[in-house]
């Protein structure tokens, strides 16, 4: 008779408990068979609580360092802090020799983040910055139409993260603190941008950029203009101060563009309360759909849904099988590099060439 074996759910340890923490990492882990959150950490009282209301099976800690104590308790850590925080906290889960996934922006500095790269692979332990963004429903439905050659030979990608918010929020460290602590819409929205330009139309050679603080403080409205190897001009924008947004995409191509012009909608539906194992979760009804256009001819393309959760059911292969993780860490180190660029193209009002910007 042969053996059988209890297939034990992986434990996973959230360190931080914001919005990040709970509002998208804890859902996406708890609704991936496989997964289970087994701690969190947060010195903020009433985050506590709340930990304690959404998982209370887990346990809770004040201090990362208490959870390094507690080696066995975990099979992953991710790190959900503020950005400024994201390298400590990461070194300190790969010299615990714990698996890491780290929100987005891996580090303030392409160098940043890739010493932390390069030191998880001297102690061989597995990073993965979490780059969600992969998988929106307008993102994966561009992908398949450039797969399909849908479009004929691209020449231009347009992308916009756009929102309307004309008073910072003075509780919000993204709004207040300065760059180099991690603050302000191009280490935030601009993150997903660059990423996803990257992940369609590869290496970007030159970049020019403006970046803005309107209101005060953090930046809060940029724009990027990437020249990809390839050929492909890509023209990001991301803002606060939107009061009339573009559409989120606009691709052009020799045969046919594609026009998207809402946004994804699985963040909404997070933060609305929803699950992502719940029926329907991110799939956009037909009103949302992008569409192929040629001219004065326009017609609907049935959207992708949106898969959020298909990250953290990669991560379970990849801990459990060894498949390959869903994102590469080197992939965050050369997203930071044209954000690194745009930075010093902003401050000397010229193109930079990629790899060439200074920390």
């Known amino acids: 008779m042969a053996a059988s074996y209890e297939v034990v759910d992986l434990r996973v340890a959230l360190v931080g408990y914001g919005l990040a ?21 947060t010195a903020n009282p009433e985050r506590q609580a709340a930990a304690r209301h959404d998982f209370p099976d887990a346990l809770t800690f004040s201090r990362p360092e208490e959870l390094w104590l507690r080696r066995d308790l975990c099979d992953l850590v991710v790190v959900a802090t503020a950005t400024g925080a994201h390298v400590a906290v990461a070194t300190a889960a790969v010299d615990a020799h714990i ?58 990608y347009e ?16 709004e207040q603190l300065p760059p180099e602590s991690g603050g302000g819409v191009l280490l935030d929205l601009g993150v997903h941008l660059v990423d996803q330009a990257l992940s369609l139309f590869g290496p970007v050679r030159h970049v020019y950029a403006e970046v803005r603080a309107h209101r005060g403080g953090a930046d809060d409205d ?78 609907p393309v049935p959207s992708i849904a949106g898969c959020w959760q298909h990250f953290y059911a990669a991560m379970h292969r990849c801990l459990r099988d060894g498949t390959a993780p869903p994102v590469s860490a080197d992939d965050a180190v050369r997203g930071l590099e044209v954000l690194d660029a745009a930075r010093e193209s902003a401050q000397t009002d010229v193109v930079v060439r990629v790899g060439k910007a200074t920390d």
């Open 21 to 41: 923490g709970r509002v998208f990492h804890g859902p996406l882990i708890a609704a991936t068979p496989g997964l289970h959150v087994a701690a969190i950490v």
């Open 99 to 156: 698996p890491v996934v780290v929100e987005k922006p891996m580090a303030v500095t392409a160098n940043g983040a890739r010493r932390l790269v390069e030191h998880a692979a001297r102690r061989d332990v597995l990073l993965v910055p979490f780059l969600n963004r992969r998988w929106d429903s307008d993102h994966l439905t561009v992908s398949g139409l450039l797969a399909e050659n849908a479009l004929g030979t691209v020449f231009s």
């Open 159 to 174: 992308s916009r993260f756009e929102r309307w918010r004309p008073s910072p929020n003075e509780a919000s460290w993204r």
């Open 222 to 299: 940029v724009f990027l203009a990437l020249h990809h190897e390839s050929g492909v001009r890509s023209h990001l924008w991301a803002s606060s101060l939107a009061a009339a947004r573009g559409p989120r995409l606009r691709v052009l191509g020799s045969e046919a563009a594609y026009v998207v012009d809402h946004l994804d909608g699985q963040e909404e539906a997070l933060r609305a309360g929803g699950r992502p194992d719940q029926p329907g979760f991110g799939e956009e009804p037909a009103e949302r759909w992008g569409r192929m256009v040629r001219g004065d001819v326009s017609e």
